[in-house]
Each structure stands twice: as C-alpha cells, then as structure tokens.
C-alpha cells in the first residue's frame, strides 16, 4: 500500500516512519520545505497509485487543516479518500465530508493517541466513516496501532465524526485522570513528615493498586527524572479538546463536575492574581475591615 | 443591664460601643491593658451586678477562647451566664457548657455577623443555648441586632451549639456566594470589547434584579474605590469557618459542590506554582514530547 | 410616549402595564389573537407615531424572535428601533443588528431581570446599542426599571449585544448564589437535632448578616408557605443562559468552578438514575466484589 | 514463616490463601466460629511461634479494629508486631502504635489495595512503621505484592501512619480517576446517533492511548458483561476513605476539586429529591411564577 501523509511534525513525522516499518510506502508532504518530500499537494496526489488514492492529513486543526482539505478537493477524485487525523471539531468533520462527498471523495476521521510513544508503543486509534473507506484503510490502521488485538487499539466508533468525538472524550476523561493524579501528589508532598519521598508512593502503585495506569507510569517516570518536580513550572496549557468535552456535557445535560474542575484548575493556574479572587479580596476587606491580619488579642471582624 | 465583655478588638469594641449606646452598661476586659477598663478577668467579675452576672467573651477561637472560659469558670457562681460570641467549633460549644454547667454556669453561643458594619447597622444573631439564658440576655441581643422585628436579624436556633452551627453555615454560603460574584466579575471583565465598565453593570444590579444583595452593594463600594481592582492582590486567605462548614457536609453526606469550589479557589490563589498543577505539566511533558509549544506547521503530539 | 410591545405574556404583558402606569402609551401584539391588542405586526406597526417608531420585542429567544425581526425587518424604516428585550444570545445581538442597519433601523438588546416581580418593583435593565438610541429609549427605561437613582436599576452597558452579555453573566452569578444557599438549607436540615426550624435562621439573616439579599427573602417566603419545601420536587431546570455563561467562560479561560457546579447540580437532579453513576457503581462491583454490603466481621475489599 | 491472621473476610480470607501458596503458614481467626481456625484470640497467639509473634488484623475500621488491638495488647510481648492491614485513619495509628509500645509490641499500618482481584494478582501494599518491623514482615510483603520489582508493589512509605495515610490519598485519587471514567462514558452514551457502541470505544482505548489504565479494563469488563449497565443501580456508596482525603486536605490547604466533586456526586446519586435541589426550585419559583412551563407564546419570566 502506498498513501501521502500531510504534515511531517511531531506526529505526522513519527506516523509516517512506523508506517514505513510496516510495509507501507508513504510520500510525505509539508509546508515547510526542508521538511517535504514533494514540492507541492499536487505533487503528492501525483504520486501515489490509483484508484483510491489515500492522503493522511496530519496538520494542525483550523484554519491550516481547512486550507488542506480544500486544495486536496480540488485535485482528487471520485473514490479517493483523505483521514484527517488531526484534532478537528467533529462537527466540522461532517462539514468536510459533504464538501468532499460532492465529488466522490471519502471522508474519513480519526482520533489519534499516544504522543510521542506512538511511534515505538503504537497509536490508539478511533475512526468515524463509511464502512468500506474504513475497511480500505484497514492496513493502515493496523501498522500504526499497537500490537496485539485490534479492538483493543482501533474502533471503528461509529459514522463521520464518531472518531474525533471519541477522541474529545477520550481527552476530556484523561483532563481528570491527570488532575485526580495531581492532587493526590499534592496531598502527599503535603505531608513531608509523614511521606519523605513522594515518587517512591507513587512507584509502588504501579502493580496491584486500583489507581494503576500509564500515566501513572509516566508520573513515576517524571518524579524519577526530577524529584520534587522543582525544574517545572505549574502553568498548564490546555488544548481545544478539553474545552469542547464541557461544551458537548452542556449541550447534552451531561454533569461533568471532574473534567470541568480539572479545566479550570489549568485556566487557573495560568491567573496568579486572577481578576475574581482580586474581587473575593475586595469583598472581604469591605465587610471585615482594612486590616488584613487581626492582632492575637482580639477577634477578628466576623465574615 | 451591665454586662462584662471580655475582648476589646474590633468586634469586642465595637459591639461594647452600640450596647452602650442602647443603654446597656458595658465593662470590658482586654488582654491588652492599654485597651483594658479594669486589671484582671476577677476585677471584671466582681464589677458586675449579682445574681446572674454576664459575661460576653469576644476573643480568638481556639486556645484565646478556651483560656478565657476556664479562668471564668474560677470566677462565677451558679447563675451565671457567658456568652460565646466567638468563632468556636459548634462542637466545643458542647463541652464548653457541659464544664461550666457542673458550677452552675449558664453558656450561650452566639454567631455574630455583619463585621465592621455591625456597630452602625447592627449584628445579625444566631444564639444557641437554655431558653432561660437566652431570655436573660434578650436586652442584649435587642440592643446588638439590626433595627426591625425581632425574628429578621435575631435567632435563638436552638441548644448549645446551634449558634455556631447556624454562623458555621452562613460563613459557607458566604464563601458561594462572594466566589460567585467574582466569577462574574472575571467575566465581564474578560469582554472589555463589550463592557468597557464592569463597576457600572454591578452598579446597575442593585435594584430590581436577582442578585441584590448586600455583598452586591459592597462590591460596587470596592469598585468605586478601586477601579480595576489593581490595588488589591488575588491571594485570598480563610478562616476556619468554611473548612469546618465542609468537613461537617461531608459527615453528613451533603454535596457541597460550591462552597467547596469557593474554599479551594481561596486555597488555590494562595499557590501560584503549586505541585499539583507541576504535576500536571510534567505528565503533559512526558506524554507530549518536550516542547512546550508546537510550530505552526506541524499537529501537537496528541494529547 | 408610544411604543408598540410584541409579545404579551407573562414578562410582555407584566411590563406594558407597568409602562402603562408610568404614562406611556404600548399598543401591544401577542401571536395568540385573544391576549392581542391587534391583529398583525403590520397593524402594530401603523399604529405607532412617527419619525422614530419603537417595538419593544419580548418573545421566546431563538425562532420566534427571529420570525419577529425578519417580518420588523420588511415593516420598519429608518430611525425606528427595535428593542430586543427577551433572551437572545449576545453574539446574535450583532447578527439581528447588523441586519436591520442596512435599512437604517437601529437595534437595541436589553436584558431585564425581576421575574413576576417586577411589575410592581421595576425591572432591573442592562442595555447594549447605540447612544442615539438609547436616549430614545430613556423614557421607557426610565418606566420600566425601579424607583432610585437611575444607575442603580439600569446601565447602558456597552455597543449592541452588552446588554445581554451582562444579563447572561448576571444569570451565571444567580444559579451560583442559588446553589450557595441551596447548600446551606441542606446543612440546616441535616441537623435537625441542633435546628429544629431551618426556616427561622433563615428569616434572622435578613437584616444585619452578611448574606442578607432578595433571594434570601425569597427563600425565607418559601419556606414559609412550605416548611420543609414538601410540596415541590428536586428536579430542577435550566435555561439556556446559564449555559452560555460557561461557554463564554471557556472561550475566555475564565475559571467558574461555582457556576458550573450550580449548572451540573441542576443536571443531576434530573437523572436520578444516570449513566455515569451506574459506571461508578459498575467500577466499584468489578474490583470490591459483588455483594454491595460486607459483614461486620469482615473488611470490605479494599479499593 | 508462621503468622497470625485476624478477620478472615474476602480480604482476610484471600490473602491467607495466597500467603499459604507462597509457603507461608497462617493461623486464621474469625469472630465468626464458622469461618475461623481457632477458637479465640488468646488461642491464635499461643499457636505461633515465639519470639516475634506477628500478627495481622484485618478486620473493620472501627469499633472492630480497637477492640482487636486491645485484646492483642493482653495477649502479646515484647517483640511482637501487629499489623493494622485494614482502612484505619491514618492518625488512629499514631495512638495504636503508642499504646502498644508500652509494653514493647511494634505495630505496622499497611495500606492494601486491590480488591478481589488480590488474590490472584497480588495486592499493592503501603506500609508505615519502623525499620526493623518492616524488616522482620518482608517475606509476608514479598508474598502479599504482585511479582515484578518489590518497589513496584510494595513501599515503605514512612513512620507508623504512613501506610494508611498513602492508601487515602490512593483512594482519593481513584475516586477522582472512577468518575473522570464515568463523565467520559455518559458523553459517550449521549451521542448515540454517532457512538452505537459504547463498548467498543472503551474497549480501543485499551491499548496506546493515553487513558489506558487498570480501571479502564474493569469499564471494559463491565460493559461487556452489562451493556448499557442496566442492571445496575446508578447508587453509589462511598467508604470513608474517601471522605479523610477531603478532611485532610482542608486541613492542608490543598484544592482537591477533583477528588471532592467524585464524592460529592456519589453523595447526590443517593439524594434523588434533595433537599439543596428544591430550595433552588423553590427560589425558582418564588421569583419566575408559578407556571413551570412557559407557553410558546410569551417570554417565560426573566431569572
């Protein structure tokens, strides 16, 4: 098999080589040309076999994954089929695939996990999309997903959009793993009396415990390379996905107290002195007077 | 009537002026001899009139409190009422009755609220305790709480106890309520497009809507003080109110959703780099390759 | 004054008697003939004075206000002005008034708080429009929103869409304050060995406390005519601004841990059996066992 | 090596069988003489081989727990170990160790986790206690923790306390990652017309993604065995455990918004009609009308 991968980054770059390891014949495209194997996407579409050319969009999601998919509409044809494995909304999957299926142009999306791991470790896939573009991918799938079982690594969850709506979720659920992780990192290096080495906790649930998992491993990894977590600072960035689970909870009445928390302890995390706890302070002052502290002798103002 | 008060802070004095200021007669006792009307917690007693003397301790929760009550338990005589005005644990309030009922010593818990505001406004009474006690004290109370009937700023909430409980969770709806605010506030400050004037929208609220409250009335006064709110800090302390508020919900199998984000916003804005939020950025690290932001042209290591 | 009022229900109606009261003249349209003063938004239009016809539009948000100013849109001239009174969103504030700008009318949103109450008590007003406009609009303003200082019930908050940005955000900050004092009542109640009459700590915060407020007197009215709130279930609704207040935040990074666990709390109780809860029960029987409740002499499975 | 075993429940039971598979040999007692090999406490003592008696608890928190360790302290010398292997509160350990050091008897916390599950795979153990004590129990360990580097299954995690006080935080943090899981399969099962399989998707996450996990194997185990979980009840109890975590974090100043929202949704799955969700229909209803619907027709009453 032979298909072009757009956006040779981090994971396009990483996908495209375990795809090669596999047996499959990959012709790489990027918008930068120290980078690319072809000169253009008309090069690319050039490249690859026919009928039922393939093209793996791996670019970043907006503006350039749009500007793909547009320029690759106008140069495939009738039983192509483009994966847009990026991190598109998966309402704009369906938008995508109307455009494309005007002209005869599968559509398929898929949610891709794994990090930098992927490429050694293998990349859990989900996928929204017909039956028979999905089964025309199927090799691909099974070169970039780990070993063993295949439902076990890749789902076909569902029609066009059903793979990045996975993938939001999956990402919104891993928002209050890693914040669930956190905290209770925090609550043992609370306790320096009682814990003195916090990563040797966390080690020890790596087998047998309830909380066991990989990112478990990774947290006991991180401790190891800096105990005490000093070199790192504790402003956390947050991707789209995780804004878009709480939307869709909302859209549909679904509580999600846990991932909404851990969104917004990394909005907060990013606001030291953040506009609303200046207002929690101001109110506070006004009922309970200027003095921010209450000599020992005396009670303070009462809340 | 002429009671003791022992504590002349700014709640203790304040609260000694407007029962002056009613007609009550008011001796004080404080720590500090400078603010001290008489020597001793013995002067003070002997200066009040028999049977049934009064005494209104208004000083720190805690050891300050617990010192105060045991040497007047040396002092007074069956008949005798103190009144804790403090901020003890409603729990203590218990064993603090039970040590003075064994001489005879009548013990009222009183949570007062309306802080600075109290002397002008007057205070907002939650009393726990006998209904004789509570009727001792009644000129009290009448000369302390707010102008109106009774019932709308005075409650006798039922035995030991139920003062403090009662103020334990006014304290905790205080917490929702100000954090809520806040949010408010971080919102329409965050649409400085739209809302050039976030002090003019709170000022508009104060008649005829929903949220009109008195903490409204005082985030308008903060604002016209302070525009922006530049010269306050967004590190917001806590006292043990809210902390008990939820250790008592979760005894009783109580959600507190709000009031515990309310008390965590607090803990949190006190924690610019906080291990847990460290945590989290190490796993995104370890998951998401090393560099923090990606280039334009490539697709982020997923999440 | 005349203006026309489309929409004569509960708010529509409340709001062109008390306009009534004030001496402005409101020739009023309803889509139900029987509550309508005449018989078509044509008529509506013919009957109002010109130059500078007002239609005050109070109508359910999303379709029917829109069917409401595309047919205002055909009827309409240059210099009348539209009031967009109900609940749109604010960012179709912009949409509705760039629409009618290409015929010269002006637009203005205005978000009203006060419910049933406010025919009698005035409205509280937030609006978003031009400055010619507004002026226009002051007399009816000025009728509609509460006697006092003008600033204290009303705020032109900014260009079109603020007044509904600020209604959205007012709404945000109430379904908080609701879920503080929510919780409270539960606290009471939780203990009614230490408070026999939840409602009468309830009335004494009204004056002198610090979370004394008109939803404090409303929920003291309630409790009044229902001690122990027998007569009305936990199932509660929500309308659409309090979503939008958390899409808002997400899309601004603010943190709103208070609004949104006052939104996911209304969520939950209307599923008393939900799927996520089933998945924790489902988690817990597949590591602890399958019997729900172990034997005093024995230890649970460990989690 | 020849140990004691007290509480011979699904926990004691099992691991009593796999310390026997691992040539250790076990006295068992059970409060319940069915279940038990010996005919008391005393008689379990007299069965092990002297010196350095060790005996292990396993037993409920509690009442049951002290009401062992008393007796043990009677019955055993200088130079014993006790080891409190059930959910004692960390701070219950400072005063068992205390107590039983009088008369020179060790006494060990560990923390065990793993559920029915242990058995077979090994238990993850956490230990608190002195150095030698630990020493003299690490073949029971070495049996008791899943095969694999000791310090993968087993940590000794500090002073007595330490033990248990790491299993709190384990179960804090796992209550955060069941309810993270849980939210994830909700928003899965909204969307059915784009996720027919609820299952499945869980089911690919198995492998590469980033949520993988020992949790996520037991959801998948479920689901296999209840699709749609119908036959289980969205109820959700919670140990204390759990409930500690919160406390102590307070206690700390430590945000846990995760941890503390899972319980506090485990304690609303109980309270289907709560009390805190009809105050806020109350207030909903005191300032919005009577009518819980609004008609078609007219604007429902601002909030």
Redesign the interface.
Request: no cysteine; charged share 15%.
């Given at each position: 098999m032979h298909i072009g991968m757009v956006?040779?980054?981090?994971?396009?770059?990483n996908m495209a080589e375990r795809l090669r390891a596999a047996g499959i014949d990959v012709t790489g495209y990027?918008?930068?040309p120290e980078n690319s194997e072809v000169a253009s996407l008309a090069e690319l579409v050039a490249a690859l076999p026919q009928p039922r050319r393939v093209i793996w969009v791996?670019?970043?999601a907006g503006a350039?994954t749009a500007a793909v998919l547009t320029e690759l509409e106008g140069l495939l044809d009738d039983g192509d089929v483009v994966v847009e494995?990026?991190?598109s909304h998966?309402e704009d999957d369906r938008t995508n695939a109307d455009s494309l299926a005007a002209k005869g142009i599968g559509y398929v999306d898929v949610?891709?996990?794994?990090?930098?791991?992927?490429r050694e470790?293998?990349?859990?896939?989900?996928a929204?999309g017909a039956q028979d573009d999905i089964e025309l991918l199927m090799p691909v799938f099974d070169a970039l997903?780990?070993?063993?079982p295949r439902?076990?690594?890749?789902?076909h969850?569902?029609?066009v959009?059903?793979g990045h709506?996975?993938?939001m979720?999956?990402?919104?659920?891993?928002?209050?793993?890693?914040?669930?992780?956190?905290?209770?990192?925090?609550?043992?290096?609370?306790?320096d009396d009682?814990?003195?080495d916090v990563g040797?906790?966390f080690?020890?649930?790596?087998?047998?415990?309830?909380?066991?998992?990989?990112?478990?491993d990774?947290?006991v990894?991180?401790?190891e390379e800096?105990p005490g977590?000093d070199d790192?600072?504790?402003?956390?960035?947050?991707?789209g996905?995780g804004?878009w689970?709480?939307?869709?909870?909302?859209?549909?009445?679904?509580?999600?107290?846990?991932?909404?928390?851990?969104?917004?302890?990394?909005?907060?995390?990013?606001?030291?002195?953040?506009?609303?706890?200046?207002?929690?302070?101001?109110?506070?002052?006004?009922?309970?007077?200027h003095?921010?502290k209450?000599?020992?002798?005396?009670?303070?103002?009462?809340?």
């Open positions: 956006g040779l980054g981090r994971m396009g770059g990027d918008a930068n791996m670019v970043p350039p494995g990026g991190n998966f949610g891709v996990s794994g990090g930098i791991w992927g470790n293998g990349y859990g896939l989900m929204g997903r780990p070993e063993g439902n076990e690594g890749f789902v969850a569902g029609p959009g059903a709506y996975s993938k979720v999956h990402n919104g659920i891993e928002y209050g793993l890693m914040q669930a992780y956190a905290e209770g990192y925090q609550l043992l290096e609370a306790r009682l814990i003195p040797a906790v080690g020890a649930w790596r087998r047998g415990t309830v909380v066991r998992s990989w990112l478990l990774l947290m990894r991180a401790v800096d977590l790192i600072s504790g402003w956390v960035d947050d991707s996905e804004r689970t709480i939307n869709e909870a909302i859209e549909n009445a679904v509580p999600v107290p846990v991932i909404s928390a851990a969104l917004f302890a990394r909005f907060a995390s990013r606001q030291p002195n953040s506009p609303a706890m200046r207002a929690v302070a101001a109110l506070r002052q006004q009922f309970g007077g003095a921010v209450a000599a020992e002798t005396e009670t303070p103002a009462a809340e």
